[in-house]
């Protein structure tokens, strides 16, 4: 066994390795308090000095780190945070948890890693054991990371270690958190991955070893592309449950009965959010560099890409059925947060559901218990920036032409929507379980005479068998 491997198994076993953190976002911070909690002495490094302030003053900037449990460790000295990369010569092991983006031309950005590769190079020594988390396309690891490592003159799995361990965090899941979910590894070496395994062994509950970092690479964005295609899937379903007059959400509903061999997807006004619109498009580009076109991928992402138009067509028709036209006409947005009770607006579709109804002349107002302002980044191509939610009140839903419903978040009161608003598009089928005088189109809308009560699939009763 090398001397270098030897050293940081032995650090690892008897918990005196240092462990660094490269970016402390919901991936990043999580993953330190639960090296902390492991009693491994942890150094956050982040960019951005409002964060490393705010962690080493105790403070939480993270939904799912509560900043008691954060303050503690800060306070018994076992994880702090700085801006100052050089310090990384301090750690025996590094996770480098940067954001992946996709470029304007939905390629790969790998600016972030490669700044943090440059960073763990400057102090890259014997002994240290690297371990990428941020979501990336197969082939990373060894063919970006690695080269600018050995840069060093160091070599992988005799000199340092090398893995690819792909994050699985879900911001808000009361019941899956960093340390419980199971967690995918894959080493550049043999010796990389005993390693890897010895200190995410030590901190998850359960390891998923694979055969190589490529393999791992691959887990986490064929993860995120099936719920993609399925969510395309539904949205497909959606239209033409739309031709054929028929509602949707029951279909699904009574799909999802299935004991086994169906996962229940749920249509919807587009793909938002950091991870699911973006992941596919890192293995597609890949695959074109090897002369493979993931069609799977490119129609599923055109199928959600077109929903906001879609819905924006069911709100004019909404309007015609009231011999109104779009332009002229006041709408009201419920929800532009990507997803239900989250307060982020990444990629939300409501952003492009705004802009086309604004294209056609209607005057938009919007109501989000968690997006308070929709600010000008430069991105969003809005007019009337910023935006400002409303209070949903009897007067607003009242004035406005017409209501669509494009993030149900939880807390607002859709039974004041169906009593005070004149015309609800819902694209989420939130308004199924409401009554009122609101005249409401979902995203298909059934041909079936009005029911008193929807029927309820998911609550089916057992047929009583005559004895
Ligand atoms: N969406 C639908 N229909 C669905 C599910 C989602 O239209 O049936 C939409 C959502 O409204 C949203 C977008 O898709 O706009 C993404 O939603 P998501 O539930 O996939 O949430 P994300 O983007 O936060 O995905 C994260 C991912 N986690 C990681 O990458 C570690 C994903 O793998 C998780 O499955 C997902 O959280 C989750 O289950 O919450």
């Not at 991105?379 to 910023?386: E, F, I, K, Q, R």
């Amino acid at each position: 066994m090398s001397a270098a491997k030897d050293q940081i198994l032995s650090r690892i076993g008897d918990n005196t390795a240092v462990v660094g953190v490269v970016g402390l976002g919901y991936v990043g911070l999580p993953l330190a308090v639960e090296l902390a909690r492991n009693g491994y002495r942890t150094l956050g490094v982040d960019v951005s000095e409002r964060v490393v302030d705010g962690v080493c003053a105790g403070h939480s900037h993270v939904q799912d780190v509560s900043s008691e449990v954060l303050g503690a460790f800060v306070g018994e000295g076992l994880l702090s945070a700085t801006t100052d990369l050089s310090r990384l010569a301090e750690c025996d092991a590094i996770s480098i948890c940067v954001p992946t983006p996709l470029n304007k031309t939905k390629e790969p950005d790998l600016s972030y890693v490669v700044s943090a590769a440059q960073a763990v190079l400057k102090t890259l020594r014997p002994g240290q054991l690297v371990i990428l988390e941020s979501t990336t396309y197969p082939g990373t690891t060894r063919d970006v990371l690695l080269p600018i490592l050995e840069q060093s003159g160091l070599a992988v799995g005799e000199d340092f270690f090398l893995c690819f361990s792909p994050e699985r965090v879900d911001p808000g899941n009361p019941v899956w958190h960093t340390r419980n979910t199971p967690k995918v590894i894959g080493g550049v070496t043999a010796a990389c991955m005993e390693a890897g395994t010895a200190l995410y062994g030590s901190v998850f509950d359960t390891l998923v070893k694979v055969e190589s970092a490529e393999a791992a690479e691959l887990v986490k964005v064929y993860e995120n592309t099936f719920r993609m295609i399925n969510i395309a899937l539904a949205n497909e379903l959606a239209q033409a449950c739309d031709k054929l007059g028929v509602d949707v959400w029951g279909v699904i509903e009574a799909a999802a009965t299935k004991p086994f061999g169906f996962m229940k997807f749920t249509p919807g006004p587009g793909l938002g959010g950091h991870c699911i619109p973006l992941d596919p498009h890192y293995l597609s580009w890949k695959m074109r560099t090897l002369e493979y076109k993931t069609r799977m991928i490119e129609l599923a992402s055109e199928i959600n890409a077109e929903m906001p138009e879609y819905v924006v067509r069911k709100v004019a028709d909404a309007l015609n059925g009231a011999r109104k036209a779009v332009n002229g006409s006041r709408v009201l947005v419920l929800g532009v947060a990507y997803k239900r009770d989250i307060d982020d607006l990444r990629e939300s579709p409501a952003l492009d559901v705004i802009g086309l109804l604004q294209t056609r002349g209607a005057e938009v107002v919007y109501h989000d218990p968690f997006c308070p302002e929709i600010r000008d980044d430069g991105h969003t191509g809005l007019a009337g920036l910023p935006m400002r939610s409303a209070a949903l009140t009897p007067e607003l839903l009242r004035s406005a032409d017409a209501v669509v419903v494009v993030t149900d978040h939880s807390s607002v009161n859709y039974a004041l929507v169906a009593r005070e608003a004149p015309l609800v598009v819902d694209t989420r089928g939130v308004m199924r379980s409401v009554r009122g005088p609101a005249r409401v189109l979902g995203l298909s809308t059934s041909s079936r005479e009005e029911r008193e009560e929807p029927l309820d699939f998911a609550h089916a009763e057992p047929i009583a068998r005559r004895a």
